[in-house]
Every structure is written in structure tokens, then in C-alpha cells.
């Protein structure tokens, strides 16, 4: 990618490059051309930076997020690859010498057994406690020297605690706040027992898989009789393969190779296991993470790099303007066409260059503010996941060559197509005729573009059902005949036409395409969509102006003014549109941004409601020490408190060929008669022979061929799989146990991660030793607050490692994630509207220079400078309101249609109109507008009429 | 609003005008005094960079002077501040400049309704006069045309149109034939002779001895000083 991208750019600037060094005139007349306005030329500059500017912060986000994560294969696996989980505890030993075997599995350095159990921890008076940890019992020696690199481990200096002594890690000990020779309290299987802490070891590697290493003797004697619903300690076997932390997997294909190998020695003998290859799934969680993350900033960031590039073409087409008789005087005195193209490339290479390497370094700045906000959004939310800034070289490269790469484009075709000039008209300024030869080019344009639109739709969108080709070919068909009917229709009837139809296409062809297409939709879909849209909206809104402009025909001294103000813009439809469409494609994506915002933020009573089942909160606790419901209901301020049985065992669905040949690990929630007494999960869907949620939930606790399933279970709401009333799923216990059940009812939001909910009865018969009652749906008493409570039950239940929470605050914290990232894409895109402003204030200082005797004849007639003033004002103003709102229109309209007339989201959702970001949405960038026109518009009312004149003459 | 014939409407005296560019100074006027009455057609020529079009600027106000002063109805206009000299000129001034200054993306009859609406003169009323006045100039069937589709001597029939439309009293004309073939330059000439006979005083810059010659007087302009002011002659310019 990198080297192709450079390939491209190194094409590109070459020609520059080249006559930079041997052919001094032409780069007398482009440096001259830069250094005679700096300012200007600075800001084109920042024109074009800011474009790469986004795409490098987009590269480091993503960077950031794939190491981020990657780094947990170091803080949490180390020497781990792969995790062999023991059935039975009794038969670990036997595992360990299977693996082991006569000979070691080619690729493996090193097997360990290790037994864990998930426990509560408190230094000695329980003031500071951590609720759930890994508390682990290993062969010291053994753990010492597993795996080839020992310092990955983070074990290399740690002895081997004695019976009554304890080794915690750093993190560990920062949350208790102990010292070595102090005591520990271990809370687990109803029990507390102190130990001496007698060392710490680094939270990474292996210290770093357990929170706490105890004796061996000690664990097995803590955990001899685990009481009903808690779970016993599980027996685990690592596996290390060749290589340190990151470079062991390196090789997929070696890691499954390894996986298998082990598996069949274990099946050979007999071993009941479960395995797992951690590593690699850490690191490929990483990679897709980090891939996602960059596509959403590189697709949100691309609405403002099309905007950059509409202000590149815009203010090279002035500057040709601006130039053009000094060209036509070039071209008559020798220069050739291709000189004059080379002149223009020369320059805008050096803009270009400049600009990538500025926008590359100013993408580390957007790159780092972004992860530290994405950071604080974590942290208000509770969750402690820490990003570590990463900057790659190679990325930033990337970033700075394709930012290159776009301008240089944009550069050329300009430089070309406005070098392509009549000597004499060029000289006395006079428009380029349209001839028959253009419109016939024109003609075939439009035929091609035709062609290509019916292509697009045809191949790869109807055939390859995919729907990028399948939007855009359309539009393109619309806009080929509008070029091709240009010739006979009136040019203002043909664009309002052309536009609606491009808008309509953009609003409805959710509705019009084969549905089989539209369940694609991804992200780069909607930077098409606003593409198309925004094009369509700059046709009609170019039109409009004209008939604005003859509403103010008042005659007053400020319509003057206005009337001024507008006949510009409005005579100079290219440029014009141009800028018009900059300002629109920011504001459509603020506006869908803000929508998707509002619109998430106006849920949450909605989903309280769904998932509170009629309780306050719910409360979680540790697999070996659960709570026991009456001690719960025993607590002041408890009314009433419904357990609900965990156990994870394995699914297939008859929607999910692959969890047919391979069922998944799901875990459910099972309930027992009486649960929906006080109020069920609220149903999406529910068969029809249940009058209410609560009876549908009544007959699963009932019945255990009945289950009712989240919306997403199994591979439900990934490639339009869905799940439905009567479908039916397979339940697969650890002893060879079925049950096959029928659907009745399907949860929307499955915000408690409460999985199928089955019945209790079953899960106590089939899986006796695999089910724990570690969640609780309890109720406030009338006189206490939820909050309160929850406040409560956790300070009571410390040792259980107990978490309440109630169900609005679980809410709250899920969407203002969700909302958080919404703020920080907003912002994102805010980037483009300083790319716009700028855009738009660089365009009329040009504007200021090229009519400077236009300004001198009006003063010289006594126009006063407050009407200059306002001329430009008005002009800006112009340009900001028709962007903004057709910008708006359109954003608006696409998030209506998307919220709650398409199937493109899982969930139909009621529209929230974002009225309070809409204002901001529409006010920020028209008083930005405005304001970027205030130093044009003084400067140009300063002028003095006498040197305004002579100036231009 | 025209005055009656030969009553002072401009009052220059000891006019300086010093460009300065840097460390470069150039005395464009040094110590100009001149009158106009109303009715008068001056024509004023000299060698090309004497400062002909300077004093045009300083006289009007357009441009700033360093010293003297220029009286017009009596007011001194580089004592005015900026908004009612700009009001004065809306008022009182016509511009006919040698490149035609017409707005480009107006089209001839909108360009000449714009000091009307300076003025604050209705839109209805605007562009009836604008209309009578291109018809004058003999453009009534231009009137929809943008200044780049019509010709030199077309454009600047507009511009004249734009400046007489308000009934000046003084026009400021600063070679106004300069960029036309004499058979052009015959008509725009005689169309200000037209004006100036209704009573409008016109004040005209120009190289062209034959035009020199029509003036009701002549004023030369040598080294940033008044060398002649009387009756027409070409005599000792270049
Ligand atoms: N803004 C300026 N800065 C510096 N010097 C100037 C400026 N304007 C005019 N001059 C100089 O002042 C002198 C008078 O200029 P002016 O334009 O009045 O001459 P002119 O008589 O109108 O010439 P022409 O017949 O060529 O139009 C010239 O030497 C000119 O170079
Ligand atoms: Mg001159």
C-alpha cells in the first residue's frame, strides 16, 4: 500500500522536481508566485495540511488502539499462547504429561500447570478490597523457567510462597495498599484467610494472568468442598509456543498447527479439556480493533478531506483567474501549453509538499488529543483500559503520502484544465466561448459517465450485491444525462432536475435497492452517500441564488450592498458550487453525526424500562464466593431479591450453520417460577400465545424446551442473520446432555449481558456442579434509593467481591460511552469546519484582490466603505446559509431515513430531533463564515478609490 | 441639480500631492489652483506621468492630498470625513474612467442603476432611469448584456450612462477615449459635449489634440504644475 501510494506520489512530483532543478524560469515565476503572498499561501497550505492532518491522527488511533490491546498479550499472557482448560480438576496432572508426552510438540518451549480460583482480596483490616481476582496456586520452579525468554514471566524473582503466604502483583498491591510482611485477607468459599505478603511481582507475564500466587496444599485445601453454585477452581495448562510475547504467533497456521497437536494428545488420553489460543486472539482483537477505529476516523475524516479538496481545485481555479492575462502574455510570448500546466504544477507541488509534511506532523497533535479524550470517555465510564499513544512511522508516512497524493491530483487536472486557455481572450480577460467541440466532449462525457453509472449498478452493485457501485452508479447515471441534455435544455431547469433527482436517489434507494444489497452497509457507504447527496443539494442550492438574488431587488443603499454582495457569487456558479459544496459535505456530516447523538442520548429511560424487569439493580458477585439470596433480602433496605443462575454451556441455532458443526460458549441466565412477578425483561418480539413479557417469561421458568434469546445470540445481526420467534437452538452441557428449544421470545437490548434465559430447573439438573448463583435482581424498599442501596450492598458483601448496580446507572454508563465517542467524532469533523471557514476566507481575500477596481469604480461613485464591507459580509453570509442548510437538509433527512425507514440498522429507533446541536450546528459555522469574512471585507473597504484604480489599470 | 451657468462649484488652491513608495518620493502636484465653474468643459493634457490623472483624484477625492485645499459648493471636501465626502461624491460626481471599471457580473442596465441605488432611489424608479439613460447612449438593446458581451466602445458608452444617470454635477472623465478607435472616441466625445451643453461641468483628461481642442478651456499639466489654463490650444504640450 505504502509503496504504491509512493510510486504514485513520486510520479507525480517528479515532473515538479525535475523543473525545479532545470528550468529556472519556471521556478522563478512559482516561487515568485508563493513568496509574493505568504499569508495566502500559507493558508492553502493549511488547506491541504489539515486534510492529511486527519488522516494521519485516523492511522494513529487506530495505532494506538492496536497496541493498546496488543499490550495486553504482554501485561496479561507473557510466555502464554494457549490456555488448555481441564475438565476435571483431578485430571490436570495427567494433562500436564500428555502435553508433555514422549517427545515435545514441534514449536512448543514450555508447558505449565496452574490451578485458579476467582477470589476477593483485602489488606488485613478491610478497608481497601478488590472484589474479583485470579488467585492462582503454580510449581514455582516450573513457573520460573516456562517458555524459552524466563523474564517474560515477571516470576524470575519471586519465591515460592509457603502456607501461609501470599505473592501479589504491583497493580494488586497499588489497589489494597500493603507492604511486604503485612497480611492479606483471601475471601473464598464463604471463608477468610490471612496470609503474609512476602513478595510482589510485576503485573505482566504470568503475574500478570493471576493477580495472587498462594501454596499449592493451601488452594486445594481452601477449595476441597466448594459449597452448591460457586465455582470450583478451575485447572488450567499453559502452553508456550517458540518465541517471546508477540513474535509466537506470528504464524497462524503454526499456532493452529500446535492447537491441534494438543488436543490430540489429550483426546488420546482421554482428557476431558477445553482449549483456547489466547494469544492470538488478543492480538487479532487488536489488529480488527485497531483496522475499525481507523476506518470510522478515516470515513469521518474523509468528509473533510473531500472538503480540503474542494478548496485546493477552488483556489487554483481563482489563481488561474487571477492570473490569467499574465498566462495569456506568457503563452504569446512562447510558452506552451504544457509549460504553462508545468508552471502551475511546480507551484502547487511545492503547496502540496509542504503541506504533507506539516498535515502529517499536525496529525500526531489531532492523534493525541483524540486518544486522550478517548481516554477520559473510559475513564468517566468506569472502565480502566489505558491507551498507550502510538505513532508509527509507517503509518505517518502513509498518511502524508496519500495526503500528497490527493492534493497533487487535484493539482494537476486543475493546472491542465486551466492552462487550456485562447491566447487572446486570455490576455483581455474575456470568458473562453463554448464551442462546438467542447460540447461535444461534454456530450460524450456525460454519455460515458452514463455508461459507467449503469456499469457501477449493474456489475458490481446488483451482481456483486455490494452497495458502494450499487449507490453510486445512479448517480452518476443522473449526472451523465444532465451533461448530456446540457446542450438542449435550460441550464437552471437541468440542475434544479438533475439535483432533486441525485437528492431523491440519495434519500429513498434504501427502499428502492434489493434488500440483499443494502444489508452491507458499512461506514465508507455513508462518505458515498453524503458525496451524492451534497452534490445533488449544490445543484439545486447554485440555482437558487439567482432567485434569491431577485427577492432583493428593494432598492434601498443596503440592498446595494446586498444585492452586490450576492450578484458575485452568483455569477460565478463554478466556483461557487465549489466552495457551496465544501461547507455542505461538513455540515451534512455534523448534522448526521449530531442526529445519531441525539437520538442514542433520547434511549436511555427507554432501555431502563427494557432491562430493569421491573427491579432497581442488579447485583453481581464472585464465582467462588457468591451471596446467598437471604443473607441479600436480610439487608435493610432490600425488598426483594431474585437469583438468577449462571453457567455457560454450549449453543448451536438452527440460523447459525457454523454453531451446528461447532456450538458456541454462551452464557444464560436461568430463572425460576415467580421471577416475573415482579416484572420481566421487556420483549422485542413474543409469541403471540403470551398475553405479557411476564407470562413469556413465566413459561420459560416452567418449561425447558421454552427459551427466550438476546437479538444478537449466536451470529444473529451480523450478515443479516436474524433471529426469530420459533426458531430453534440447542442447548449442549460439559456430560454429553441435550435440549433443544423453540424461541418464544427475542430481548432487544441485552444491556445486562443476561444471554438466553432458560429455565433454573434445568440448568440445576443437567449441569449440577456447573451452574453458580452469582446474580441477584434486587428491589428497593419504598423508603430507600436504588443508589443508596447499591452503595450499601456493596460496602455489605465486600468479601463476595459483590457489584451493584442499578439498572439506570448501567444505562447511563453504556450510552455515555457511546455518546462520549459521538462527542469525539463531532469533534473531529470540527476539523473540517476550520478547513471550510479557512476555505472560505482565503477565498475572498482572492475575492477582495481580483475586484479591487470594481471596489475603486463603487467608491469613486460614492459607495460608502460600509457597503464594501457589507458586500462581502452578504457574500459570505450567502455562501455559509445555502451550505449550511442544504448541509443540514440533507443530514437530517439521511439520518431520518436511516433512524427509522431502513432496515440498514437492527433496530428501528425513534427519531430524535438533536434541536440544541442543530442550533450549534447551523450557528457555529455561519458566524464562522461570517467572521472569516470580516478581514477580507475591512481590507477591502480600506482601499483607497484612487490607488484602488491605478492598481489594477 | 444643475446650477446656473458659470457660478464656482470647485475652488483649488496651492494643491500639493507627494507620492511616496518607500524611500522614493515623487511630487505629482506641487501647488495646483484651479476653478470650475459649472457649464465649464475643461480639458486637461500634458506629457504622459506629469500628473494629470493625479490632480483628476486629489480635485475629486478620491485621493488624499498633503496640502491646499479644494473647495467644492463651498465645503472643503479633504476636510469632510471619509463617509460625507463618499456621500458628496454619490451626490454630485460622475467617473468615466480610460478602462471601463463596469462590474462584471452585472449586466449594462444593472450597472447603471448602482449609483441610483446608492442614492437610495426606488428599484422601479432606478431602472426607468436607467433604461431612458442606455437609451441615450444608444445601448437600449444591450441593456441585458454583461459588460463581456459588448465592445470597447459599447462598455464605455455604459459606463458613461452609469455616470451621467444621477445628473452630476461635475464629471470626472480621465481619458475616457484612451482604449477606443477615433471613430468610437468621435461618439463617446459628443455625448459629453451633449451633457455639457445641458449644463453639467466636465472635466476631461486627455492625450488626443483634437479633443483638447473642444473644451471650453485647456488646462496643461507640466511637472505637477498648471502651465496653461485658458482657452483651447494645443500649443507647447509635448
Ligand atoms: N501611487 C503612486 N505611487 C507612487 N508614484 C505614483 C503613484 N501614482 C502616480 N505616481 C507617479 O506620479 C506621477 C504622476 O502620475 P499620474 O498618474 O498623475 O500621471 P499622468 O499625467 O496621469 O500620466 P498618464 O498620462 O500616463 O496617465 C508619475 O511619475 C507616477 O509615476
Ligand atoms: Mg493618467
Known sequence: MVTVLAAIAVLLTLPALVDLIRRPDLRRVGLRNIVRRPGEAALVVLGSALGTAIIAAAFIVGDTFDRSIRDIARTELGPVDQVVRVTNVDDLDDALVAIEGPGTIAGVDGVLAITSIGAALSNADATNAEPSLRISAVDMDAARSFGADPSITALADVPAPGLDEIVINTDTRAELDVEIGDLVAVYAYGERIDLELIALMPSEGLGGFSDAYIDPALLDSVAAEPPLGAEPPSALVLVSNDGGVFDSTEDPRNVRRIETATGDRLRAAGIDHDQSPQKLDILRDAEEEGDELTQIFSVVGGFSVVAGILLLVNLFVMLAEERKPTMGVLRAIGWRQGTLVRSFGLEGAIYAIIAAAVGALGGIGVGWAVVKLTQDIFATSGNDFSLILAVEPISLLQAALTGLVISLLAIWVTSWRISRLNIIRAIRDLPEPVTARGQLLLSVGGLVLAVVGVALLIGPGLGGKSVIPALAGPALMILGAGLLLKRWVRNDLLAVAAGSAVVLWGAFWAQILPKDVTTDVELPTFLVLGIILVAGGTAIATVIGPWMRRLLDLGSRPATAARLGLAYPVARTFRTALSLAMFSLIIFSLTFISVMSSTLGGQDDDIVTEISAGRDMMVDANSANPIATGDLTDLPGVASASPIIRAVPRWSADFDAESIEDPDRWRLSGIDPGFGNTGAPQLELRADRFATDAEAFEAVATDPTLVVVPSWFLAAGSDGVEVNLQDRVTMYTASGFTQEMTVIGVVQNDFTFAGPWVSADLVREQMPGGFRITRHYVTATADTSADDLAEAIDAAFVTNGASAETFRHRVGRFLSQELGFFRLLRGYLALGLVIGIAGLGVTLVRAVRERRREIGMLRSMGFPTGGVRSMFLTEAAFIGFLGIVSGAALGLLTARQLISGSDALDEPLPFVFPTSALVLVVLLPLIGAVVAAIVPAIRAARLRPSEALRLAD | ?238
Not at chain 2, 480639458?43 to 504622459?48: F, H, Q
Not at chain 2, 442614492?119 to 432611469?129: D, F, M, T, Y
Open chain 2, 1 to 238: 441639480m444643475m446650477e446656473p451657468m458659470g457660478q464656482n462649484i470647485l475652488r483649488a488652491r496651492e494643491v500639493t500631492k507627494t507620492y511616496r513608495s518607500g524611500k522614493l518620493e515623487v511630487p505629482a502636484l506641487r501647488g495646483v489652483d484651479l476653478d470650475i465653474d459649472s457649464g465649464d468643459l475643461i480639458t486637461v493634457m500634458g506629457p504622459s506621468g506629469n500628473g494629470k490623472t493625479t490632480l483628476l483624484n486629489c480635485l475629486s477625492g478620491i485621493d488624499t492630498i498633503d496640502s491646499g485645499t479644494v473647495h467644492i459648493d463651498g465645503d472643503e471636501i479633504h476636510a469632510m470625513r471619509d463617509g460625507a465626502r463618499t456621500q458628496h461624491r454619490a451626490e454630485r460626481m460622475g467617473f468615466i474612467f480610460q478602462s471601463f471599471n463596469l462590474i462584471p457580473v452585472l449586466s449594462a442596465e444593472e450597472n447603471v442603476e448602482v449609483p441610483l441605488g446608492i442614492l437610495g432611489v426606488s428599484n422601479k424608479e432606478a431602472r426607468q432611469r436607467a433604461q431612458d439613460m442606455l437609451e441615450r447612449v444608444g445601448l437600449a438593446d444591450r441593456r441585458q448584456n454583461r459588460p463581456r458581451e459588448l465592445s470597447g466602445g459599447e462598455q464605455q458608452r455604459v459606463a458613461i450612462a452609469r455616470a451621467l444617470v444621477t445628473q452630476p454635477a461635475i464629471i470626472w472623465a480621465d481619458e475616457p477615449t484612451g482604449n477606443l478607435d477615433s471613430e468610437t472616441a468621435g461618439a463617446i466625445i459628443d455625448l459629453l459635449l451633449e451633457v455639457n451643453e445641458a449644463g453639467q461641468s466636465v472635466l476631461m483628461v486627455t492625450h488626443d489634440r483634437g479633443i483638447g481642442a473642444i473644451g471650453t478651456r485647456t488646462v496643461h499639466v507640466r511637472d505637477g504644475l498648471i502651465t496653461y489654463d485658458g482657452a483651447p490650444t494645443t500649443d507647447g504640450i509635448h
